[in-house]
């Protein structure tokens, strides 16, 4: 992707085999036995194509290329993103604590927290860090810091609802759905948070003008 965007196209610079291309149905897998073609990428209209980690390229990737002339590495790119991830994931859980469990004691919730990252699975990333791990673990980040924002914005809760973190929460989940498609299922629930909040926003400013309007 990033010679591609590089190069000033969205098709990667990898081109189709000729045998794949003069198939009458390349997206039979029986018809495509024994001919070399790139797996887990889009093929389309004689061009190959990546779903995966558009984001990422965006800002990290493909500014440091252009700044350096060199490659970002792939594994400290998980590990710094996955790392992140892990930073947003507890503040996340300790700002729900806060909210609505403020008299959980300690000890348990450090081991919910302990819990709550090996269960995340962006440990399993680490150690095979590929294109994959990528997409996945910037995903992770972004939605965590997405959650942990919308939050903190007391859309969720008792509280003046804050629009500044409301933007950062939408920004983030926006950003996650370009570092992997299928996050996109997270920004949609994301949109009943914000539904729910606008109508409190609105109620409250209602009621601001309305007290108001009294005095």
Same mark, same amino acid.
């Given at each position: ?18 045998? $794949?291309?003069? $198939? ?44 350096? !002339? ?5 594994? #400290? ?6 790392g992140l991830g892990m930073i947003f994931l507890s503040l ?64 969720? !809760? ?39 909040? #606008?109508?409190?926003? $609105? ?6 003008? $309305? ?5």
């Amino acid at each position: 992707l990033v010679d591609a965007f590089k190069n000033g196209q969205v098709s990667l610079i990898a081109e189709p085999s000729q045998e $794949l291309l003069e $198939l009458k149905n390349p997206y039979d897998s029986a018809a495509r036995q024994g001919i070399d073609c790139l797996w887990d990428h889009v093929f389309f209209n004689g061009k190959y194509y990546s779903y995966y980690g558009i984001a990422p390229v965006i800002f990290l990737f493909l500014p440091y290329h252009l700044i350096t !002339g060199y490659y970002f590495s792939t594994p #400290l790119a998980v590990l710094l993103f996955g790392g992140l991830g892990m930073i947003f994931l507890s503040l996340l859980y300790l700002e729900f604590i806060k909210k609505f469990h403020g008299k959980t004691p300690l000890n348990l919730v450090i081991g919910g927290l302990i819990m709550l990252q090996l269960a995340s699975g962006v440990l399993y990333c680490f150690p095979t860090p590929l294109f994959y791990e990528i997409a996945q673990t910037s995903g992770f980040l972004c939605v965590t810091a997405g959650a942990y924002f919308m939050l903190k914005s007391n859309i969720i !809760g008792d509280g003046k609802i804050k629009l500044r973190f409301l933007m950062l929460s939408s920004t983030f989940l926006a950003l996650a759905v370009l570092c992997r498609p299928t996050l996109a299922v997270y920004s949609v629930v994301a949109l009943i948070f914000i539904f729910v909040g #606008l109508k409190k926003y $609105l109620k409250n400013a209602n009621a601001k003008k $309305l007290k108001l309007f009294i005095k």
